[in-house]
């Protein structure tokens, strides 16, 4: 359960959401980070923490649901080097609709005891693989398209082009990683490569924007 704290000093007020069961035994609040003088509790949420909404997220009720059956879609992190990327995406999988999650390489699982405090208690099942062109061709044997998220020459615009998921079979979305983007030996395996068009000087997002984008567009369609 989560509340929000104030700090009693007046001339700092300092106002801050803390978990109400850390609270040290025989205080009202905790000390301030800010001047270390005592706080107290000034709001309560009633929902848990990984329950509630945060401002401008609506959930979905029965006139928001999607018209039909989700189309089948995995995500598969290609060297994801940031465990707060990974449990964001994770995050972001879960709130979409995204079937399963694949890690491969360098990619944090969620055996990390970090894992949860950036997944925020995001649970969706998932596999590792050592070695990400091995797992994407045993995927690609087993029936799955294969998409890849890339700013490449035959990358296809993600909003102009409106790639359809096929609704009876299976997809699995790349995300490449941070730095060096998707593994060229995965991409020679793709069916094909998504771009999100860039209209300012920057030419990429960071991988959990980029995901959320991706996710949530190709669910929509």
Known sequence: MYAIYQCTSQTCRFRFPGSVDEVPEGLTGYACPKCKQPTAEAARTHLSDFTKSPVGVQRAGPL?????PLPHLELFLDNTRSLYN????????DGAGVRKLHLCGITATPDNKRFDKTALGADLPWEYHMNGVDGIQRLKNEGYQIWA??????SVDLYFDEPQLDPEGKTVLVLGNEVMGVDPGILELCDKTLMIPMRGEKKSLNVTIACGIAVYQLLAT
């Open 64 to 68: 928001r649901q999607h018209a039909g």
């Open 86 to 93: 990974v449990g964001s995406i994770f995050r972001t999988a």
């Open 149 to 154: 998220l890339e700013e490449a020459p035959e």
